[in-house]
């Protein structure tokens, strides 16, 4: 039970506080790694810190999806996002995002605000040069736009999480030294494009996560996803690239502490 759940929405699961914890603490004492609870909203880091305190193995990010509200309200809502970032106890904030671009919700046919989009974007990717942190990006049908914006800030790191492109796409974002990262998606049976993806990403640069409560892994496919799920993409994943489980989970744990610090 060694897993690592790089992405995670523990606040969004679909059960009350009291069964979320239940689930966690069953989740820990059965040998689980670590969590990493993502940020979407300007403000709900401290919440988060706050529900999850007692569990050692949970760390955290914080960011803005790019929502149509988020994006017309970023000059408000940025300042409000680096205050509880500079607020956060060290060593349990570990990463700036999500954030980044969605195509699929947001198209310029339905007046979405793309320019306003890319800039909250950018202002996170400056958040986390500025912190020294790395960044988790959200990129859905945008791989061109995301990339090039990314090539602006060099000297940040960081993940596409919840990969959904194709080889030609992983090695640009792999060549700007970005990390990859799988979900259940990953065990769909129409998604052979993630999996051949999957195969070609360097061990060193791949990851491995459930966006719980999204996207449960084909065995689960229909309910909500919770991290022990991703159990099933580890053991595709090893299947996949021809090793054992056991040293993919040490490779994705090394992966983690590359990127993040030594947070597991």
Request: hydrophobic share 40%; aromatic share 8%.
């Amino acid at each position: 039970m060694r897993f690592i759940d790089t992405h995670a929405h523990l606040s969004l699961l679909p059960c009350e506080a009291r069964c979320r914890e239940e689930k966690l603490e069953q989740l820990f004492r059965g040998g689980f790694r670590g969590i990493i609870d993502i940020g979407t909203e300007a403000g709900d880091l401290q919440t988060r810190l706050k529900a999850f305190a007692r569990f050692e193995g949970i760390r955290f990010s914080a960011g803005i999806w790019p929502s149509p509200e988020a994006i017309a309200g970023r000059k408000r809502l940025l300042p409000c996002l680096e205050r509880h970032i500079s607020a956060a106890a060290q060593g349990r904030l570990i990463a700036i995002g999500e954030c980044g671009l969605d195509r699929y919700h947001n198209q310029e046919a339905n007046g979405a605000d793309l320019l306003g989009e890319r800039e909250l974007l950018e202002r996170h990717l400056d958040l986390a040069q500025r912190h020294r942190l790395p960044i988790i990006i959200h990129s859905r049908q945008a791989a061109q736009e995301t990339g090039d914006i990314l090539s602006q800030y060099p000297q940040v790191q960081g993940v596409i999480h919840c990969f959904s492109y194709g080889i030609p796409e992983a090695k640009r974002f792999l060549q700007a030294g970005y990390y990859l990262s799988f979900a259940g998606n990953l065990t769909y049976k129409n998604a052979q494009g993630l999996r051949e993806a999957l195969q070609f990403v360097p061990l060193d640069r791949l990851l491995l996560e459930t966006d719980s409560p999204y996207l449960a892994p084909q065995p689960f496919r229909g309910k909500s996803a919770e991290p022990g799920m991703v159990a099933e993409t580890y053991r595709l994943a090893a299947s996949l690239r021809q090793m054992s489980l056991e040293a993919l989970q040490a490779a994705i744990a090394q992966n983690v502490s590359a990127l993040f610090g030594p947070c597991f």
